[in-house]
């Protein structure tokens, strides 16, 4: 990222006219948002709000569905559903979204006359006239961090909670690699604007229905283990369904925390949970522990992502996804 870039984006947040009469902002991140997703953009849509933007709306495609966890975060009043979206902002900004297939319908909304992207990921498509795209940061938030620092907008308690669920989630609770001196010191930050890390990440990461714990644990009963996958490092997978989701009356967003035990095997560099979508197709989640870069199997699927976490929308029967799964990772593509 350039400071061209990083002057870009400012003047674009500065050039605003704020109030009733003002300008209209359209914020937006990926279908099916993960907590970067919707801490990244909720986070800076309090600081545009805090800045006199009023004509404010943030958006994602798809079901207007939130994670029970995400439904408390500060800003989420600013949310809308995706129809209720402006159609004709002076400026559109993206938070996490990787290509402009993580959009939707509101890819339409890319004909604003100033798009602004921010994001983390390697194989960003810099789909706006203004990119803050770092792969080497490690969640957008890192991003909408610096952003705020340039325009001089200081972390209060409510934009930090926002940043340091998105923090926290993308970093795993802060155990990845991409957990650096500097994602710490954002951290430190955050918690310094007086936010409370143990409710939070209760809340995000250590609360569930007793369903999707029974679900669960029927998810992991059926994984499959095969060592001889990915050239001898192994890979396991399983699968849920719409059916399971239903008899243990639960939504579906709950099937998008099943890879973090199962990503634990020993045996298996690459973990795959295959979820059923509510359309019938399956969105397939990768991960590796290094050997294998999970990126390049996701993108030659149509999908995306980083080099250790990735996915990509399935079709056919869940044995068909792992198989296909399977073979590109034998076939000399990592
Ligand atoms: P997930 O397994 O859903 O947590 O996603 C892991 C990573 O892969 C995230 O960085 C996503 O942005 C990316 N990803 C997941 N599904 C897709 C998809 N269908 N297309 C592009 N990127 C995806
Ligand atoms: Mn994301
Ligand atoms: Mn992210």
Redesign the pocket.
Known sequence: MTETEWSAAVDAVRGLTPGPDGDEVQLIC?VNP?GDALGSMLGFALALRERGITRLRATFPGDFELPTPYQDLPGVELLVPEPEAFRAPALVMTFDV??E??LGDLVALLRAPCVVVLDH?ASNTRFGQVNLVDPRAAATSVVVDGLLSRLGVPLDAAIAECLYVALATDTGSFKFDMTTPEVHELAARLIAAGISPGDISRRIFDTRPFGAMKLAGEVIGRATLDPTAAGGQGMVWTYATQADLARHDQRPYVL?TL?DPVRGVAEADVAVVIKETPQGDW?V??RSKGAVDVSRV?VSLG????RL?????GHGTPEEVAATVKGLLAANLI
């Open positions: 990926h993960d990787a290509a297939s993580r990921h998008d890879i969105s989640s990768l996701a999908g995306g992502g980083h976490a990735a996915g990509f929308t």
